[in-house]
């Protein structure tokens, strides 16, 4: 009788969704898990913005790695300006050619590839 009572739980329905869907949930499942934003020192903002600098004069595609309020995500892309009074890079996405925004604040790490 016990064995019938054990559930598989999520498992069970995976072959009843899409593969969209299942993406989907594991987003969802990863935000459950937030991780606090870190703090950086002065010397590692000097460095960004140094990169970021490199990176708009020639032309440089980077790798940025920001807060996104839950989670840390990297993000490539061509820095086009940095707007120091609203503290936002803006830039295009490498793969899809797409507006990007990123604000300063929630930059933690950059790297020119």
């Not at 064995?3 to 935000?31: A, C, F, Y």
């Not at 606090?36 to 913005?49: M, P, R, Y």
């Not at 790695?65 to 009074?85: A, C, H, P, S, T």
């Not at 890079?89 to 925004?101: C, P, S």
């Amino acid at each position: 009788m016990d064995n019938q009572n054990r559930d598989r739980g999520t498992i069970k329905w995976t072959s009843l969704m899409l593969p969209e869907h299942v993406e989907m949930v594991k987003k969802l499942w990863k935000e459950d898990q937030r991780v606090e934003k870190g703090i950086i020192d002065e010397q590692k903002a000097v460095e960004i913005d140094f990169l970021l600098q490199r990176a708009m004069t020639d032309d440089l595609t980077v790798k940025v790695r920001f807060y996104n309020g839950f989670d840390y995500e990297d993000q490539l892309m061509k820095v086009k300006r940095v707007n120091r009074l609203e503290k936002v890079v803006h830039g295009v996405d490498w793969k899809t050619k797409e507006q990007v925004r990123v604000s300063l604040d929630n930059i933690s790490d950059l790297t020119i590839i």
